[in-house]
T-cell receptor, first 117, second 112 residues
Framework: GAVVSQHPSRVICKSGTSVKIECRSL??????MFWYRQFPKQSLMLMAT?????????EQGVEKDKFLINHASLTLSTLTVTSAHPEDSSFYIC?????????????FGPGTRLLVL | GESVGLHLPTLSVQEGDNSIINCAYS??????FIWYKQESGKGPQFIID?????DKRQGQRVTVLLNKTVKHLSLQIAATQPGDSAVYFC???????????FGKGITLSVRP
């Protein structure tokens, strides 16, 4: 149990375009999902908390208008990088916690590698 | 600000030896700690966790030790195998909104 998937696994786009990344909980429903960004040789940095049916909560320094999050169902959250630039190139990872996990452990997706040319 | 850090950036061990990965945390309010393993190009994989009301927890080949007095967390891997080669992160949370704070990560390299 507790399988989280992401799509696509990698994407290359031109500067100025928008890219959508999907995060799905495959065997459980998640009212909350988390989006992280990881640059090479660095740790994971939390970008935002995605809340089903309500607005996402963004961490300090993360532009909400640039990183649009939609959590329209209990199994899907999407992250759209708008007007992407080369500095947005990174590894984007989502996580979720299954309702049966009383410890509230986060389980992570496989990540999406974004390269902006 | 509060941070979670690791003492060493890399660790090289001989296959079959035991590995010890250390982590220091500074938020005394943290009450839940997790070790994750991340292989190249993949998302973090849960290894083992521990609550602040415990000082030791054992898994199949892994043991996590928590010393709240000195705010220190360690991951011990017994009989290290080539498949254990990865980057290991400690993470902490106070439980509020389940937000995780990750340490910097340490690369474990297993020599055959």
């Amino acid at each position: 149990g507790a399988v989280v998937s992401q799509h696509p696994s990698r994407v290359i786009c031109k500067s100025g375009t928008s890219v959508k990344i999907e995060c799905r909980s495959l065997d459980f429903q998640a009212t909350t999902m988390f989006w992280y960004r990881q640059f090479p040789k660095q740790s994971l940095m939390l970008m935002a908390t995605s809340n089903e049916g309500s607005k996402a909560t963004y961490e300090q320094g993360v532009e909400k208008d640039k990183f649009l999050i939609n959590h329209a169902s209990l199994t899907l959250s999407t992250l759209t990088v708008t007007s992407a630039h080369p500095e947005d190139s990174s590894f984007y990872i989502c996580s979720a916690t299954p309702p049966w996990d009383i410890q509230e452990t986060q389980y992570f997706g496989p990540g999406t590698r974004l390269l902006v040319l | 600000g509060e941070s979670v850090g690791l003492h060493l950036p890399t660790l090289s061990v001989q296959e079959g030896d035991n590995s010890i990965i250390n982590c220091a945390y500074s938020n005394s309010a943290s009450d839940y700690f997790i070790w994750y393993k991340q292989e190249s190009g993949k998302g973090p994989q849960f290894i083992i966790d521990i609550r602040s009301n415990m000082d030791k927890r054992q898994g199949q080949r892994v043991t996590v030790l928590l010393n709240k007095t000195v705010k220190h967390l360690s991951l011990q891997i017994a009989a290290t195998q080539p498949g254990d080669s990865a980057v290991y992160f400690c993470a902490e949370t106070t439980g509020a909104n389940s937000k995780l704070t990750f340490g910097k990560g340490i690369t474990l390299s297993v020599r055959p």
